[in-house]
C-alpha cells in the first residue's frame, strides 16, 4: 500500500505503478503491453509532435462503500474516441481493445483507485498518437494508444461552489467547421491563451461564443454549458462543441426530475433570464456558475444569491452517487472492475 493523503489530493498527475500501451503497426494492432515507465521513447518526427496528430480521453473510476471500483460509461469514451480519430485520421481503437486497456490499467493500480468518502477517484486518461516519422503533412503510419491513471481530487479545491467566469471576445478555440467536436489536443493548445486571460482577471475559466457568429454560447473551455429556467434543463446545440458524456448523464437526470431539456442555441442575452448556470465535465462534474462577465457589451450576468442553485445542486447530488454506487444504476451506467 502506499502513503496518499486521499482527502487532500490535488486534481493533478501522481505516479501510479503501471501504464498501458499498444501499438499500431502494418495496419494493425499489436499486443498489450504493461509498463512500469513514465516515459515514452517515440521518433523526433512523429506526427504527434509537428502536426498535433492526437486525441485523447478522461474517465473515472470510483470506490463504492461496498470497497467494489465502478468505472464510469466507459463505452461514451471507446465512442467518442473513434469519432476523434476519425476527425484527425488517426487509426481505430475498437471498443474491446479500449476497454481491456482501461479495465487492465485500473487492476494493476488498484491500490491508487481511493476509498469511498475521500472525495477523490482515479482519472483515467486514454490517449492516441501518431508515432510514425513523417516531415511532409499526412497521417502517420504508425500509432501508440496508451492509458495511465492517477488519482485526483476535486477539480476545485473550493469545492461545490459557484465561480465566475469571463466570455471570451478575442480567442476562438475552434473554427466553425473545426475540430471543437472532437477530443483532440490541439484544442487544448488554442484555448490556454483564453484561459490565462481569463484567469488574470479573476475568472475561473473562459466561456467561448460560436466562432461563426459569436452570438450563441458555445462552451466553458474544458466543459459544457447549460443554464436551468422555468424547470428546463438548457444547453446548447452547436457543431463547435465537444459531446460531454456529464452533460449527457445530467440531461438524463434532469428528465428523471422532471424537467423539460432543450438543446438549442443559447443567445449571449439570454443569460440574463437563466434561474441557474454551471458548466459540466468529467473532472468537475459540475461547477455552478455565480457570475459571467462579457467585456464585449460590459455586461454582468448573475446566477442565483451565491450558492450553488437547487436544481444544480439536486444533479450534481444525484450523478455521484450513481458514481459512488449510493443509489441504484437505473440506467446501466456503472461497470464494476474485479
Ligand atoms: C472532455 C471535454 C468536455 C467534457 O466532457 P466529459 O465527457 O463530460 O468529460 C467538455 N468540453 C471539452 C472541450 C472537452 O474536451
Given at each position: 500500500m502506499n502513503n496518499i493523503d486521499w482527502t487532500n489530493l490535488p486534481f493533478g498527475y501522481l505516479k501510479t505503478n503501471y501504464n498501458i500501451r499498444c501499438y499500431y503497426k502494418n495496419n494493425k494492432w499489436g499486443e498489450i503491453e504493461v509498463s512500469t515507465s513514465e516515459r515514452l521513447d517515440i521518433h523526433m518526427a512523429a506526427t504527434c509532435l509537428h502536426y498535433g496528430q492526437e486525441a485523447f480521453e478522461g474517465l473515472k473510476a470510483f470506490r463504492g462503500k461496498d470497497n467494489k471500483i465502478r468505472l464510469f460509461r466507459w463505452r461514451e469514451n471507446a465512442k467518442r474516441m473513434l469519432t476523434s480519430s476519425r476527425g484527425i485520421?488517426?487509426?481505430?481503437?475498437?471498443?474491446?481493445?479500449?476497454?481491456?486497456?482501461?479495465?487492465?490499467?485500473?487492476?494493476?493500480?488498484?491500490?491508487?483507485?481511493?476509498?469511498?468518502?475521500?472525495?477523490?477517484?482515479?482519472?483515467?486518461?486514454?490517449?492516441?498518437?501518431?508515432?510514425?516519422?513523417?516531415?511532409?503533412?499526412?497521417?502517420?503510419?504508425?500509432?501508440?494508444?496508451?492509458?495511465?491513471?492517477?488519482?485526483?481530487?476535486?477539480?476545485?479545491?473550493?469545492?461545490?461552489?459557484p465561480v465566475d467566469m469571463m466570455i471570451s471576445r478575442n480567442h476562438d478555440r475552434t473554427?466553425?467547421?473545426?475540430?471543437?467536436?472532437?477530443?483532440?489536443?490541439?484544442?487544448?493548445?488554442?484555448?490556454?491563451?483564453?484561459?490565462?486571460?481569463?484567469?488574470?482577471?479573476?475568472?475561473?475559466?473562459?466561456?467561448?461564443?460560436?466562432?461563426?457568429?459569436?452570438?450563441?454560447?458555445?462552451?466553458?473551455?474544458?466543459?459544457?454549458?447549460?443554464?436551468?429556467?422555468?424547470?428546463t434543463y438548457i444547453t446548447p446545440e452547436s457543431p463547435s462543441i465537444l459531446p460531454s458524456i456529464t452533460n449527457k448523464s445530467l440531461i438524463q437526470l434532469a428528465k428523471d426530475l422532471?424537467?423539460?431539456?432543450?438543446?438549442?442555441?443559447?443567445?449571449?442575452?439570454?443569460?440574463?433570464?437563466?434561474?441557474?448556470?454551471?458548466?459540466?465535465?468529467t473532472a468537475a462534474v459540475i461547477s455552478p456558475i455565480k457570475k459571467i462577465v462579457d467585456p464585449g457589451t460590459d455586461k454582468i450576468y448573475t446566477f442565483g444569491n451565491g450558492e450553488p442553485g437547487p436544481v444544480t445542486t439536486k444533479l450534481f447530488n444525484n450523478l455521484q452517487a450513481i458514481q459512488l454506487g449510493d443509489t441504484p444504476d437505473k440506467h446501466g451506467w456503472v461497470d464494476i472492475v474485479d
Open positions: 485520421l488517426l487509426a481505430e481503437v475498437p471498443e474491446d481493445l479500449f476497454g481491456k486497456a482501461i479495465y487492465m490499467a485500473i487492476q494493476k493500480n488498484k491500490d491508487f483507485v481511493p476509498p469511498h468518502g475521500s472525495g477523490a477517484a482515479l482519472y483515467i486518461r486514454p490517449l492516441i498518437l501518431g508515432v510514425g516519422a513523417e516531415v511532409g503533412v499526412k497521417a502517420s503510419a504508425e500509432y501508440l494508444f496508451l492509458v495511465f491513471v492517477t488519482p485526483v481530487g476535486p477539480y476545485f479545491k473550493e469545492g461545490f461552489k473554427a466553425p467547421q473545426g475540430t471543437g467536436n472532437i477530443k483532440v489536443g490541439g484544442n487544448y493548445a488554442g484555448s490556454l491563451l483564453a484561459m490565462k486571460e481569463a484567469h488574470e482577471n479573476g475568472y475561473a475559466n473562459v466561456l467561448f461564443l460560436d466562432p461563426k457568429e459569436k452570438k450563441y454560447i458555445d462552451e466553458c473551455g474544458p466543459a459544457n454549458f447549460f443554464g436551468i429556467k422555468n424547470n422532471g424537467l423539460k431539456v432543450e438543446r438549442r442555441d443559447i443567445p449571449v442575452e439570454e443569460l440574463e433570464t437563466f434561474e441557474e448556470a454551471g458548466a459540466c465535465g
